[in-house]
């Protein structure tokens, strides 16, 4: 069974810095697309960085130049790691894994994982 295991959330001052970190754990084969997306109180969850396989990324214009994301392919895991951080990052932040494809022993399933979420609280 597929599981997306989050660590690193805490509660940090403004200005200060964070590193997340995801594992996928399961008989995992291979995963398109790893990320992070976060859930501030009171607002919809959204995109922060995402990592395609290749090594190509996507930032949210707010995270930009701040936080940076990476990838270990053969480890199933992805990190970030967030600079300057501002009050208003304070969220739940969700690891999340598409196109996760992983082998149950008898035959092979692609999917969409999420984490269980950590918290990140920047006071200011």
């Known amino acids: 069974q597929v599981q997306l295991v989050e660590s690193g959330g805490g509660l940090v001052l403004a200005g200060g810095s964070l590193r997340l970190s995801c594992a996928a754990s399961?008989?995992?084969?291979?995963?398109?697309?790893m990320g992070w997306h976060r859930q501030a109180p009171g607002k919809q969850r959204e995109l922060v960085a995402v990592?395609?396989?290749?090594?190509?990324?996507n930032y949210a214009d707010p995270v930009k130049g701040r936080f940076t994301i990476s990838r270990d392919n053969a480890k199933n895991t992805v990190s970030l790691q967030m600079n300057r951080l501002k009050p208003e990052d304070t969220a739940v932040y969700y690891c999340n894994a598409e196109g996760l494809l992983d082998y149950t022993g008898i035959y092979y399933s692609s999917g969409d994982y999420w984490g269980k979420g950590t918290l990140v609280t920047v006071s200011s």
């Open positions: 990592m395609t396989g290749g090594g190509r990324t």
């Open positions: 399961g008989r995992v084969v291979s995963i398109n697309i």
